[in-house]
């Protein structure tokens, strides 16, 4: 395949933005080589500036579920921009869509929607410090929740991949209210809590984890964790932005049968228009501003384009339910595929995969937390990235992202993506 003119886009870029880029990982620092840029997309197919046509799965990072310019929602968009861009006015689709996500997700009254993940995170967070009085949270190595300063320590995939965990700018007051555990380590948690005693607001977590790889949580995890919050008045937030509305129409929760007290949004929920959104029962939403004394807000958030987009996807899904069954068979079949092709290369590797999210790590042990996960090598992972790329198939361009299945992808895809990797590891 040719990059010619993606190069020639790339130095450009450079000149203006910074790294050329608006998002760290799009920049390919952790495989080497230039970015891909990308013309227009359809589907399942990805197709850049120089004319190749790629197989997608990054699908933006999460969004796209049912693949590119998926038609209901360029439809949605179409018909709302004629009537306007954004008000800062209320306007009825926002209750639309708020109404409609609250009967898809477990345990929620009320959801308010804000322009990122990263809102979304840190929004929540603030709800939990106002409505508990508490300052203190837990997070765990390699679980990002946005770029927001409270969660930038030893933060997973963008962060990491750069090898700064600790971003400069973080101030050591902000970093001392973070306590970290390694994930899947329930009895740390205890213990930091008992070091902490009365101090923790929440537990934030990526029920699975997918910045780190894709990361499951290991058997009684999430129920721990629930049991140890309701035991000491801590706050259990799950951040679903990448997990929600694509692991199952009431995400993680639904999937392992555990509820949390505070859920956010992201990717899926804006159909591929910047959204996040976080909610929880009366009690907590109740707290926030104009209600309650916890302040928040947004001149764009709720804006009528991403909350069009939004509702048409989260209708789709709502109406579909069968979607999700037929992107876990898909990903489980792409991953019995790689696992004999990667079989034949002799090389040690591990697949893990949740539902429509999947990951390849180039080390023997077991995946179930950062440090294992760090233990991958990048080295092989470099030229697994670009051996797939020089045939026709992008994924994640680093190892600490999980892909993404889209459900335009065809069986017929799925054998041309395990055929490059059989071709491939011949060259490994
Ligand atoms: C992507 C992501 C975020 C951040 O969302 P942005 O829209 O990029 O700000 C937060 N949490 C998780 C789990 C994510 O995957």
């Known amino acids: 395949m040719i990059y010619k003119r993606s190069s020639a886009l790339f130095k450009e870029a450079q000149q203006y933005i910074p790294g050329g880029v608006n998002s760290p990982v799009r920049a390919f620092k952790a495989v080497g080589g230039d970015p891909v840029f990308i013309e227009h997309a359809k589907g399942a197919y990805l197709y850049d500036v120089d004319g190749n046509k790629l197989v997608d799965y990054i699908a933006s990072w999460g969004p796209l579920i049912l693949g590119h310019a998926y038609q209901p929602v360029l439809d949605a ?63 765990f190595a390699g679980c990002y929740h946005g770029h927001s300063d409270s969660f930038l320590i030893e933060a997973g995939s963008g962060a990491v991949t750069f090898g700064v965990p600790n971003s400069p700018g973080v101030t050591a007051g902000t970093a001392r209210d973070t306590l970290l555990a390694p ?58 932005v990448m997990t929600g509305f694509r692991l199952a129409a009431g995400g993680a929760q639904e999937l392992y049968g555990v509820k949390a007290d505070i859920v956010t949004f992201g990717k899926v929920i804006g159909g591929g228009l910047p959204v996040g959104a976080f909610a929880a029962r009366n009690e907590i939403m109740d707290f926030l501003a104009p209600l309650g004394p916890v302040y928040q807000a947004g001149t764009l958030s709720g804006n009528p384009l991403a909350m069009a987009a939004g509702l048409a996807m989260l209708k789709a899904l709502d109406r579909s339910p069968e979607i999700y069954q037929s992107l876990a068979e898909k990903t489980a079949y792409l991953h019995n595929g790689l696992d004999l092709a990667l079989n034949e290369s002799g090389l040690p590797y591990v697949i893990n995969r949740v539902g429509s999210m999947i990951s390849v790590h180039f080390t023997k042990e077991e995946v179930i937390d950062f440090e294992s996960s760090a233990k991958g090598n990048n080295e092989t992972f470099k030229k697994f990235f670009h051996g797939m790329l020089n045939r026709g198939i992008y994924l994640p361009p680093s190892a600490f992202e999980s892909w993404f299945l889209n459900d335009a992808l065809t069986y017929k895809d799925l054998d041309m993506t395990i055929n490059a990797c059989h071709d491939l590891v011949k060259t490994l």
């Not at 954004?86 to 639309?96: K, R, V």
């Not at 997700?105 to 508490?134: H, Q």
């Open 183 to 240: 994930y899947n380590d329930l009895n740390r948690v205890r213990e930091l809590i008992l070091e902490n005693r009365g101090e923790i607001a929440c537990i934030i977590l990526e029920p699975v984890a997918g910045n780190m790889g894709c990361i499951p949580p290991a058997d009684g995890f999430l129920e721990g964790l629930r049991d140890l919050c309701n035991e000491n008045d801590i706050l259990l937030v799950f951040d679903e």
């Open 77 to 139: 968009l179409i018909s709302k921009a004629e009537k306007g861009t954004s008000f800062g006015m209320p306007t009825q689709i926002e209750t639309e869509i708020a109404s409609l996500a609250v009967s898809m997700v477990p345990g929620i009254d009320k959801i308010r929607f804000v322009n990122s993940g990263t809102e979304a995170c840190m929004s929540a967070v603030r709800l939990a410090r106002g409505y508990t009085g508490k300052d203190k949270i837990i997070k």
